[in-house]
Every structure is written in structure tokens, then in C-alpha cells.
């Protein structure tokens, strides 16, 4: 009897839904709120072009406050829908499921929902709420035909990326920060069990001023294909970052698909420095989200951000780039793809 198997799915395969949750007083962003709720609402008008949304709300007063502000922007409020839930801050990118799909001869399409523990990357920040975000969804029944698996093992969606055909790429610099009692054939080991991947691709250099994540892979490179990799490159020789991310290219360059070919490689351009309050912020284009027919491109009011969609675009033809404006994030060391997680399709109800 041949038995079914469970497969990590790639961003740009089928989505039902993105999931974020919505930035109030009671979070971070409280000192800007205002600011970036513009971003929010700009993400929420892109999204629902294309495909639903959900938004974690943490009590019904912020659920009047946030669906009045979408519907003042016209949004199709058809595609919106709201989910109570309490959490710490807005970064679902590390405190949402991480979705894997059963597959097998039956095609039962079941889901397994990884909940790993978040810890505010490392013990950085207050997460016990966020940390129960996934539970608290399951537990209010948002999830179709699934099945959550609780890990006690600290990781982040932020911190890894699949092509959805068994190869995973992450930095050393996180997962060694997390578990620094752990060989590299260890967690490569554990990984690849809980995510149901043939091989690990490591990357040793890449950082970016400005992340408190500890080189999350979302930041720095991200799958385009199963033989194409976009990643964040540093053409400034005075720039702080020109010799690491000059590393990191390297590094990917000498990568090998599992057929032993080097990848397509997609370098992004480089925005000039932003600095806030004597802080540089971390300002980059790799933290792209893909939904259904788009890429979302987080634009920062430089002058490379058109450079940056014209990447995008060649990494994925098939796909209209999106611009964002998310200036206002990086104030807190995270951008777009740090504040959604996508839903594969099937997983959650649908407008």
C-alpha cells in the first residue's frame, strides 16, 4: 500500500488567503500607528485585488475601527474577513502556521498546521501571545481539513524558504542564534523531518543592519522557482554591507540545483540608507510576498524601487509587481513579507 506524504509548499503555488493581523495602540507601532496603517491599508487593497484576506483583530472595537478604515478606502470588503484573536505585535511571517499538504495516491489535500515556538526571536521581545496564534485560529475552527502539530523547537517563517520540491534555504546565523547547542547536521536533520525536505542549503554571510531577527532568509534570498533565486545585493563599495552581502552573493552563486545546475540568480538593486533617529533601518527589496497572479514589492521611496520591480518582473513573468509602501515598517526592523503568511488554497473558507 503506497501511503500518503507531506509536502511544504512553495509561495507561488495556489493560496486561499494571506493572514495579518491589525497594528493597534496596544502593539509596537503605537508611537506611528497612523502611518502604518496606511501600509496596511495600501497591503489590504493590493491583496483583496487578487485574492482574500484575513485580519486578526484583537477585540471588536479594533474590528469596527479597522473595517471602517478599509471600507473609507473602497476596499472589496467582500474578501476581508476579520478573526478575534489576541496577539503581541503584527509579524505573522513568524507566528503563523507554517503549512505543509498531504499528498498520496488518494490526493486527500489534508493539512498540517507546524506550530513552532515563537519566542520573539530569541527572547528579544514579549511573545507569549503570539506564540499561542495558531492554537487560538485552530481552536476558533478558521482551518479547513486540518491538522495542527505543536514543535517545541523555536524557528520562524522568516527564517526559512522552500522551492516546494524539497530544498530548503535558510542562514546558519538564525537557526545557530536559536539552538546554539545544535550542530549544523542536527538541525539540518530535524528540519528536514518536521518540513518534510530532502536537503538544506545554508548560507554563512548576509545581514542587514537594522534586523533583529538574526539574518532572517526572508530578508536576504528568496526562491523565484526551482532553479531561480532572488536575492539582496549591495553595489555600494562604501556601504557597510558591500563586503557581507558581496559574501553572500558568492555563496549563492556557487549553489547547485538538485539536478547540479547553478540557479538563475535575480540580484536586487540596493536603496540608499535610511536612517531614523541615529538608526539605520533595514530597507529590503527581498522581502517580496507572492499571492495569487502578483508579487507584492515593498517600496521604500527610493529611487531603486523601480530598479527592484524590474528584477521582480524577470523573476516572474507570469505575474504583475505590486508596489507597497512600507517606509513605515522597517521602523521596527521588519517589511512586507514579515507581516503576512500565505493560506494555501483549500485551507481556509474563500469569498
Not at 305 to 312: G, Q, T
Amino acid at each position: 500500500m503506497i501511503s500518503s506524504k507531506l509536502r511544504f509548499l512553495a509561495e507561488w503555488e495556489p493560496q486561499s488567503a494571506v493572514l495579518i493581523a491589525w497594528p493597534h495602540a496596544g502593539t509596537d507601532w503605537a508611537e506611528r500607528l497612523g502611518e502604518v496603517e496606511e501600509t496596511y491599508i495600501a497591503l489590504v487593497a493590493a491583496i483583496t485585488r487578487f485574492q482574500d484576506v484575513l485580519i486578526c483583530v484583537a477585540d471588536d472595537d479594533i474590528e469596527a475601527y479597522a473595517r471602517a478604515r478599509l471600507s473609507s478606502a473602497r476596499i472589496d470588503m467582500a474578501r476581508v474577513t476579520f478573526l478575534p484573536v489576541e496577539y503581541d505585535d503584527t509579524w505573522l511571517r513568524d507566528s503563523g502556521p507554517i503549512t505543509l499538504i498531504e499528498e498520496g495516491p488518494r490526493e486527500t489535500g489534508g493539512f498540517h498546521l507546524l506550530d513552532f515556538r515563537f519566542t520573539g526571536w530569541g527572547g528579544k521581545f514579549e511573545a507569549s501571545r503570539d506564540d499561542l496564534l495558531v492554537q487560538r485560529l485552530t481552536e476558533a475552527g478558521t482551518f479547513l481539513n486540518s491538522y495542527r502539530q505543536n514543535i517545541d523547537f523555536a524557528l520562524e517563517g522568516g527564517a526559512i524558504d522552500t522551492d516546494g520540491d524539497g530544498t530548503l534555504l535558510s542562514t546558519w546565523q538564525c537557526l545557530h542564534e536559536r539552538h546554539p547547542e545544535a550542530s549544523r547536521e542536527e538541525l539540518t536533520r530535524k528540519l528536514s523531518g518536521w518540513l518534510a525536505q530532502e536537503r538544506v542549503l545554508w548560507l554563512d554571510h548576509g545581514y542587514l543592519e537594522g534586523d533583529d531577527t538574526d539574518a532572517h532568509i526572508d530578508t536576504l534570498a528568496r526562491f523565484a522557482a526551482q532553479d531561480a533565486i532572488v536575492f539582496q545585493a549591495c553595489d555600494d563599495p562604501t556601504d557597510s554591507h558591500y563586503a557581507e552581502l558581496g559574501a553572500m552573493a558568492a555563496e549563492i552563486a556557487a549553489l547547485r540545483t538538485v539536478d547540479g545546475k547553478p540557479y538563475r540568480l535575480f540580484p536586487l538593486p540596493w536603496a540608499q540608507p535610511i536612517v531614523d533617529e541615529n538608526r539605520r533601518l533595514a530597507a529590503s527589496y527581498a522581502n517580496f510576498l507572492i499571492i495569487n497572479g502578483a508579487v507584492l514589492m515593498p517600496a521604500y521611496g527610493d529611487p531603486a524601487d523601480a530598479a527592484a520591480a524590474d528584477v521582480l518582473r524577470r523573476a516572474f513573468p507570469d505575474r504583475e509587481i505590486v508596489q507597497v509602501p512600507c517606509r513605515p515598517l522597517i521602523w521596527q526592523n521588519g517589511s512586507l513579507h514579515c507581516i503576512t503568511m500565505q493560506l494555501p488554497r483549500g485551507l481556509v473558507r474563500t469569498s
